[in-house]
């Protein structure tokens, strides 16, 4: 049997209703407290970033062999409690990285460019020509932390739009191929000399609030940011303070320390210039989710032969 307790692609759900016993229950993502009753007898539970695998979700699982990931990020799974029972964990290793490529390189084009809020001035009657000249991509500095895949794919789009690249990555091998399009430099190296700064780091003790009132100071003047990692890397205070008193021109920010983002985690940014704001969507397109979606559905499907 299998559990899937977020959205996935219709016709990858369809491949694997006809192979085994499958319950499509998205719904579940906002009623957790229901899926441990629901476990037994399930060999493959498929989720995304909310289900929140647990000890005490697998303790309720005697059956579970492997748990799907519909994305990359794995803080929502407890990784030592799935080996401690031999569950198998199985993310979409790559399936996402052009979307998540593509929402970084066109927002540090928007924020750089600082015309597209005109809309309401105009709206009113109002000619803000003055006002929104902004800036070109090309020529610009691109900083990275992280420079797995999807930065890596980041980087190659950005320098087809003019950028140059310096990143941050302690894991990986300085003989990499990708270090051939990029300096590589410290963290407080990218900070200081990039004109967009974009984050590419999984959420762990040593990453939560990596960017902090400490690490903004560090960052040029007029630089700005782009967080499509995950929430907690980012303090979100420190940000406001930063932007609210222009040292950081503008942030788009796809995930939060509080997610689903509620009205009241919401109101900080009420006010602040050049933000941009999405629901933790930056590697989900209608493209990205059916490939997403078929890996998944292969792995599991093979997996459970």
């Given at each position: 049997?299998?559990?899937?307790?977020?959205?996935?692609?219709?016709?990858?759900?369809?491949?694997?209703?006809?192979?085994?016993?499958?319950?499509?229950?998205?719904?579940?993502?906002?009623?957790?407290?229901?899926?441990?009753?629901?476990?037994?007898?399930?060999?493959?539970?498929?989720?995304?970033?909310?289900?929140?695998?647990?000890?005490?979700?697998?303790?309720?699982?005697?059956?579970?062999?492997?748990?799907?990931?519909?994305?990359?990020?794995?803080?929502?799974?407890?990784?030592?409690?799935?080996?401690?029972?031999?569950?198998?964990?199985?993310?979409?290793?790559?399936?996402?990285?052009?979307?998540?490529?593509?929402?970084?390189?066109?927002?540090?084009?928007?924020?750089?460019?600082?015309?597209?809020?005109?809309?309401?001035?105009?709206?009113?009657?109002?000619?803000?020509?003055?006002?929104?000249?902004?800036?070109?991509?090309?020529?610009?500095?691109?900083?990275?932390?992280?420079?797995?895949?999807?930065?890596?794919?980041?980087?190659?789009?950005?320098?087809?739009?003019?950028?140059?690249?310096?990143?941050?990555?302690?894991?990986?091998?300085?003989?990499?191929?990708?270090?051939?399009?990029?300096?590589?430099?410290?963290?407080?190296?990218?900070?200081?000399?990039?004109?967009?700064?974009?984050?590419?780091?999984?959420?762990?003790?040593?990453?939560?609030?990596?960017?902090?009132?400490?690490?903004?100071a560090q960052m040029k003047n007029g630089a700005v940011l782009i967080n499509a990692a995950r929430g907690g890397v980012v303090d979100e205070k420190a940000l406001v303070a930063a932007m609210a008193s222009g040292h950081i021109a503008g942030a788009a920010l796809d995930v939060f320390e509080t997610e689903p983002l509620t009205q009241e985690a919401a109101a900080i940014f009420k006010g602040i210039k050049n933000l941009i704001?999405?629901?933790?969507?930056?590697?989900?397109?209608?493209?990205?989710?059916?490939?997403?979606?078929?890996?998944?559905?292969?792995?599991?499907?093979?997996?459970?032969?």
């Amino acid at each position: 049997m299998i559990l899937i307790t977020e959205f996935m692609d219709e016709d990858a759900v369809g491949r694997l209703k006809a192979a085994h016993a499958t319950t499509y229950a998205p719904e579940l993502a906002d009623t957790q407290d229901n899926i441990p009753a629901r476990m037994a007898g399930i060999k493959a539970l498929i989720v995304r970033n909310r289900t929140q695998v647990t000890a005490a979700l697998l303790d309720a699982s005697p059956d579970l062999k492997c748990v799907g990931r519909l994305g990359v990020g794995l803080d929502n799974i407890d990784l030592e409690a799935c080996k401690a029972r031999k569950v198998e964990v199985m993310p979409a290793l790559g399936a996402n990285t052009l979307s998540v490529a593509e929402y970084v390189v066109t927002n540090a084009a928007i924020l750089l460019r600082d015309a597209y809020h005109s809309k309401h001035a105009m709206m009113a009657g109002k000619w803000p020509r003055a006002q929104s000249s902004g800036r070109e991509i090309g020529g610009r500095k691109l900083g990275l932390l992280g420079f797995g895949a999807n930065a890596q794919e980041t980087g190659r789009l950005a320098r087809a739009m003019g950028m140059s690249l310096i990143a941050y990555d302690p894991f990986l091998p300085a003989d990499h191929p990708a270090w051939a399009e990029a300096e590589r430099g410290e963290i407080s190296q990218v900070l200081s000399r990039s004109d967009v700064v974009s984050l590419h780091v999984p959420l762990t003790d040593e990453t939560r609030h990596i960017i902090n009132t400490e690490s903004l100071a560090q960052m040029k003047n007029g630089a700005v940011l782009i967080n499509a990692a995950r929430g907690g890397v980012v303090d979100e205070k420190a940000l406001v303070a930063a932007m609210a008193s222009g040292h950081i021109a503008g942030a788009a920010l796809d995930v939060f320390e509080t997610e689903p983002l509620t009205q009241e985690a919401a109101a900080i940014f009420k006010g602040i210039k050049n933000l941009i704001l999405t629901p933790h969507i930056a590697g989900v397109t209608q493209d990205s989710n059916v490939r997403v979606s078929t890996m998944i559905a292969d792995l599991v499907l093979d997996r459970l032969a």
